[in-house]
């Protein structure tokens, strides 16, 4: 069993929907990274998060600590939003990954 | 900021030989850390390294191996190469031991 896991792990949606990406995890940790990569494997840090609520632009990001589980958002989506989005948790000095979110918005 | 930068950009290796990978960190950022990332799948945690010392390793056997310099720069090793160490190496560097990562384009390796 993945210590990380992402729902939907493929995602289809219309230029301007709300999206939302799941990430629960099974272990206590300190911090959780939300990371977008695009074709060709560049990978750009979105937030880190230990507790509550970040916003930048667009993109929100939650995290529950007591029930192991953060949520990224996405308002007004746009076709340049498509990418993977992975959730990362730093266990101790050890960053675990999950496999990866694909979402795809189409004009 | 200078950003990570990563050499080469891809690589091909047959099977057995050895590797070097290197990674210019971000000025100031004193902690790296290598990732791998297979054709398809999120990255693995190979190891970090924080000020030239390595403080933590996911499950990769000692044929991989590191080093870190005090010029921000660093190597990933891997000797006798196999197959499945075909993919994608990223580093990523931070200030301290935590915060917000930066990640370096990565070097794709194809292992013949």
């Known amino acids: 069993k993945n210590e990380v896991e992402q729902s939907p792990q493929n995602l289809t949606a219309q230029e301007g929907e709300f999206i939302t990406i799941n990430c629960s995890y099974s272990v206590g940790i300190s911090a959780l990274h939300w990371l977008q990569q695009h074709p060709g494997g560049g990978i750009v840090s979105l937030f880190m998060l230990s507790s509550g609520k970040k916003k930048h632009g667009r993109l929100i990001a939650t995290i529950n600590i007591q029930e192991k589980h953060s949520s990224l958002h996405i308002t007004a989506s746009h076709p340049r939003d498509s990418a993977v989005y992975i959730c990362a948790v730093l266990w101790g000095q050890k960053l675990v990954f999950g496999q990866g979110t694909r979402l795809t918005i189409n004009p | 900021e200078t950003g990570v930068t990563q050499s080469p950009t891809h690589l091909i290796k047959t099977r057995g030989q050895q590797v070097t990978l290197r990674c210019s960190s971000q000025?100031?950022?004193?902690?790296v850390s290598w990732y791998q990332q297979a054709l398809g799948q999120g990255p693995q945690f190979i190891f970090q390294?924080?000020?030239?010392?390595?403080?933590g390793r996911g499950n990769f056997p000692p044929r991989f191996s590191g080093l870190q310099f005090p010029n921000y720069s660093s190597e990933l090793n891997v000797n006798a190469l196999e197959l499945d160490d075909s993919a994608l190496y990223l580093c990523a560097s931070n200030p301290g031991t935590s915060g917000s990562l930066v990640f370096g384009p990565g070097t794709r390796l194809t292992v013949l």
């Open positions: 000025s100031g950022h004193n902690t």
């Open positions: 390294y924080y000020r030239e010392e390595e403080n």
